[in-house]
Protein backbone atom coordinates (compact mmCIF):
# COMPACT_ATOMS: atom_id res chain seq x y z
CA UNK A 1 0.00 0.00 0.00
CA UNK A 2 1.47 3.02 -0.94
CA UNK A 3 1.37 6.28 1.19
CA UNK A 4 -1.12 8.20 -0.50
CA UNK A 5 -3.56 4.74 -0.26
CA UNK A 6 -2.78 4.67 2.94
CA UNK A 7 -4.34 9.04 3.06
CA UNK A 8 -7.42 7.03 1.30
CA UNK A 9 -7.78 4.45 4.55
CA UNK A 10 -11.38 4.79 6.02
CA UNK A 11 -9.01 4.52 9.43
CA UNK A 12 -7.32 7.53 8.40
CA UNK A 13 -10.17 9.25 7.55
CA UNK A 14 -12.10 8.23 10.85
CA UNK A 15 -8.31 9.71 12.43
CA UNK A 16 -8.66 12.94 10.37
CA UNK A 17 -12.31 13.52 10.99
CA UNK A 18 -11.52 13.43 14.78
CA UNK A 19 -8.89 15.58 14.51
CA UNK A 20 -10.49 18.27 12.70
CA UNK A 21 -13.58 18.10 15.54
CA UNK A 22 -10.53 18.06 17.92
CA UNK A 23 -9.21 21.29 17.15
CA UNK A 24 -12.98 22.66 16.77
CA UNK A 25 -13.04 22.86 12.75
CA UNK A 26 -10.70 25.60 12.25
CA UNK A 27 -7.07 25.91 11.22
CA UNK A 28 -4.81 26.10 14.06
CA UNK A 29 -2.58 28.74 12.16
CA UNK A 30 -4.65 30.73 11.17
CA UNK A 31 -7.97 30.71 13.03
CA UNK A 32 -9.73 29.89 9.06
CA UNK A 33 -12.89 27.88 9.51
CA UNK A 34 -14.69 24.99 7.50
CA UNK A 35 -17.76 26.48 8.20
CA UNK A 36 -20.44 28.93 7.91
CA UNK A 37 -22.47 29.88 10.26
CA UNK A 38 -26.14 30.51 9.14
CA UNK A 39 -28.52 31.80 11.59
CA UNK A 40 -32.50 30.90 11.26
CA UNK A 41 -34.25 33.78 12.90
CA UNK A 42 -36.16 32.05 15.91
CA UNK A 43 -37.17 34.34 18.89
CA UNK A 44 -38.09 33.68 22.25
CA UNK A 45 -40.80 35.74 23.70
CA UNK A 46 -40.14 36.96 27.07
CA UNK A 47 -42.87 39.92 28.34
CA UNK A 48 -43.16 42.23 25.27
CA UNK A 49 -39.52 41.46 24.45
CA UNK A 50 -39.01 38.92 21.60
CA UNK A 51 -35.28 37.68 21.17
CA UNK A 52 -33.40 36.34 18.54
CA UNK A 53 -32.02 32.80 19.17
CA UNK A 54 -29.45 31.70 16.62
CA UNK A 55 -30.85 28.31 16.11
CA UNK A 56 -27.99 26.61 14.26
CA UNK A 57 -24.09 26.52 12.75
CA UNK A 58 -24.27 24.61 9.54
CA UNK A 59 -20.86 22.78 8.47
CA UNK A 60 -19.31 23.56 5.26
CA UNK A 61 -18.17 20.66 3.63
CA UNK A 62 -16.52 21.48 1.22
CA UNK A 63 -14.24 23.81 3.30
CA UNK A 64 -14.22 20.90 5.56
CA UNK A 65 -12.76 18.93 3.14
CA UNK A 66 -10.49 21.39 2.21
CA UNK A 67 -8.78 21.07 5.89
CA UNK A 68 -5.68 18.94 6.22
CA UNK A 69 -4.34 16.95 9.32
CA UNK A 70 -0.91 17.44 9.41
CA UNK A 71 1.82 15.09 11.41
CA UNK A 72 4.33 16.98 13.50
CA UNK A 73 6.14 13.99 13.74
CA UNK A 74 6.89 10.80 11.69
CA UNK A 75 7.63 7.37 13.50
CA UNK A 76 8.92 4.34 11.28
CA UNK A 77 6.26 1.96 10.88
CA UNK A 78 3.47 3.62 12.51
CA UNK A 79 0.34 4.08 9.91
CA UNK A 80 -1.01 7.56 9.62
CA UNK A 81 -3.56 6.85 11.97
CA UNK A 82 -1.48 5.39 14.69
CA UNK A 83 -0.32 8.74 16.40
CA UNK A 84 -1.67 10.67 19.41
CA UNK A 85 -4.15 13.37 19.02
CA UNK A 86 -1.23 15.73 20.07
CA UNK A 87 0.87 14.61 17.20
CA UNK A 88 -1.31 15.87 14.75
CA UNK A 89 -2.72 19.22 13.86
CA UNK A 90 -5.99 20.99 11.92
CA UNK A 91 -4.19 23.17 9.22
CA UNK A 92 -5.46 25.12 6.42
CA UNK A 93 -3.90 23.57 2.73
CA UNK A 94 -1.86 27.31 3.02
CA UNK A 95 -0.34 27.00 6.00
CA UNK A 96 0.28 23.21 6.14
CA UNK A 97 2.15 23.93 2.18
CA UNK A 98 4.15 27.03 4.39
CA UNK A 99 4.48 24.49 7.46
CA UNK A 100 6.25 21.74 5.43
CA UNK A 101 8.23 24.68 3.34
CA UNK A 102 9.56 26.03 6.87
CA UNK A 103 9.89 23.24 9.29
CA UNK A 104 11.41 19.95 8.81
CA UNK A 105 9.56 17.14 10.58
CA UNK A 106 11.50 14.95 12.56
CA UNK A 107 11.51 11.40 12.01
CA UNK A 108 11.54 8.83 15.02
CA UNK A 109 12.29 5.02 15.01
CA UNK A 110 10.04 3.21 16.82
CA UNK A 111 11.81 3.37 19.98
CA UNK A 112 11.71 7.17 19.70
CA UNK A 113 15.16 7.91 18.60
CA UNK A 114 15.46 10.91 16.22
CA UNK A 115 16.32 9.37 13.04
CA UNK A 116 16.30 12.21 10.31
CA UNK A 117 14.33 14.96 9.10
CA UNK A 118 11.30 15.04 6.44
CA UNK A 119 11.96 18.31 4.58
CA UNK A 120 9.26 18.18 1.85
CA UNK A 121 7.21 15.19 1.51
CA UNK A 122 3.40 13.67 1.03
CA UNK A 123 3.34 12.13 3.87
CA UNK A 124 0.16 14.65 5.07
CA UNK A 125 -1.36 14.51 1.89
CA UNK A 126 0.41 17.50 0.58
CA UNK A 127 1.34 17.48 -3.26
CA UNK A 128 4.82 18.09 -2.35
CA UNK A 129 7.93 16.22 -3.75
CA UNK A 130 8.67 12.86 -2.70
CA UNK A 131 9.40 11.72 0.28
CA UNK A 132 13.09 11.33 0.87
CA UNK A 133 12.84 8.56 3.60
CA UNK A 134 12.01 5.00 3.09
CA UNK A 135 9.61 4.22 5.63
ZN1 LIG B 1 -4.47 28.33 7.97
ZN1 LIG C 1 1.95 17.90 6.79
Keep these: ?4 EKLEDPLWIAKRHWIIKLDNFH ?5 SPAFTEIFRAKYIVRGTEKIL ?3 YSYLNFEEFLKLNVHHK ?4 GSEPWEYE ?14 EH ?6 VYSSRGGLL ?18 AM
Design 116 to 133: DYCEICERCGVSVTSPNI
Design 1 to 4: MTYK
Design 53 to 55: LPE
Design 101 to 106: ETKKIP
Design 27 to 31: CRHCN
Design 73 to 76: HYRQ
Design 85 to 98: DDALITLCPECHKK
